[in-house]
């Protein structure tokens, strides 16, 4: 069953979607390491920055965006209020890199999930 959303939402939710600019990681199976610590044991299983950031996003339309996603997909919204730009970020996409270095509003902004 697919959610319809009213226009307002609909042009928030789908004004934009990240296009995930692939960086390249290094392609060695990282070795588990364990670090005691106190009481307990860290376990590392990732290399450092093995999960990257999207660095300047590129966005796509509204009408762009609306054949490529499903009415419910879920995405994190944000808009300026002094400017009223508006983002979307499909949480897609922040599964596979967690982090968006982005610029809302004319300020730097970091999304996160």
């Not at 789908?14 to 860290?42: C, F, H, K, Y």
């Not at 009415?71 to 967690?98: C, I, K, N």
């Amino acid at each position: 069953m697919r959610v319809k959303f009213d226009a307002a939402v609909r042009a928030l939710l789908l004004a934009a979607a990240v296009t995930a600019s692939v960086v390249a990681v290094n392609a060695q199976q990282p070795s588990r390491t364990e670090e005691r610590i106190g009481d307990g044991i860290m376990v590392t299983v990732l290399p450092k920055d093995a999960i990257p950031a999207i660095c300047n996003p590129e966005f796509i339309s509204r009408e762009q965006a609306e054949p490529l996603m499903d009415d419910d997909e879920p995405v994190l919204g944000l808009v300026d209020p002094q400017t009223g730009q508006a983002r979307a970020y499909s949480l897609w996409h922040l599964d596979r890199h967690e982090i968006v270095n982005d610029r809302l509003g004319g300020k730097p902004i970091a999304v996160t999930w």
